[in-house]
């Protein structure tokens, strides 16, 4: 299975909005609702941000948001704040009952 | 509150078997409903699944490990466990065990705090 497709970097000031896009194909981002979101800050523990698409762990902030189409999954945090600056990884769930990951985004907030 | 964590050898050597144990706390790993995991991160580098685990000893793999992992459950212990056999350096990574909920596509919602393994002679 391959890794699902996530730009290496994004950035944004502080209050704006951001995406980052994780691209799979039909065997896995694109044929299931099962796609999650996982924030990490160095040194640390994965943690879940977004679930089934897009639906939010009780606790977290609800400036993050996760949607998709087709075989692409975005999550989109809006009013960035410094904490927010992370490693962002998506995963889904595929047609070999597997999980993959995305390649990762490293989130710089400027 | 589910805590789970990984216990085992920090080094082990070129050729040899990795082996850890993931202790599940605050929750029994025999009520079902939930796959158990284990993710490894190279130094510097994303994420990557292993595989997972049902109580009845259910399994899969990534296909890129399945020849050399082994993944086993201990319900008296309330643990699970990896094995990686013939180990390299690429091997060398931070392993974390993980829960994963079936009902919400096996979202991973606990995570241990990893455990760096260190492959060299």
């Known amino acids: 299975q391959s890794a699902l497709t996530q730009p290496a970097s994004v950035s944004g000031s502080p209050g704006q909005s951001i995406t980052i896009s994780c691209t799979g194909t039909?065997?896995?981002?694109?044929?299931?609702?099962?796609v999650s979101w996982y924030q990490q800050h160095p040194g640390k523990a994965p943690k879940l941000m977004i679930y089934?698409?897009?639906n939010r762990p009780s606790g977290v902030s609800n400036r993050f948001s996760g949607s998709k189409s087709g075989n692409t999954a975005s999550l989109t945090i809006s009013g960035l704040q410094a904490e927010d600056e992370a490693d962002y990884y998506c995963?889904?769930?595929?047609?070999?009952?597997?999980?993959?990951f995305g390649g990762g985004t490293k989130l710089t907030v400027l | 509150q589910v805590q789970l964590q990984e216990s085992g050898p920090g080094l082990v050597k070129p050729s040899q078997t990795l082996s850890l144990t993931c202790t599940v706390s605050?929750?029994?790993?025999?009520?079902?409903?939930?796959?158990w995991s284990w993710i490894r991160q190279h130094p510097g580098k994303g994420l990557e699944w292993i595989g997972y685990?049902?109580?009845?000893?259910?399994?899969y793999y990534n296909p890129s490990l399945k020849s050399r992992v082994t993944i086993s459950v201990d319900t008296s212990k309330n643990q699970f466990s990896l094995k990686l056999s013939s180990v390299t350096a690429a091997d060398t990574a931070v392993y974390y065990c993980?829960?994963?909920?079936?009902?919400?596509?096996?979202?991973?919602?606990?995570w241990g705090q990893g455990t760096l393994v260190t492959v060299s002679s």
């Open positions: 993980a829960r994963s909920d079936i009902l919400t596509g096996y979202t991973i919602d606990y």
């Open positions: 605050g929750g029994s790993i025999s009520s079902g409903g939930y796959y």
């Open positions: 685990i049902y109580y009845s000893g259910s399994t």
């Open positions: 039909s065997s896995d981002v694109g044929g299931y609702n099962y």
């Open positions: 089934e698409v897009s």
């Open positions: 995963s889904s769930y595929t047609s070999s009952s597997t999980e993959v």
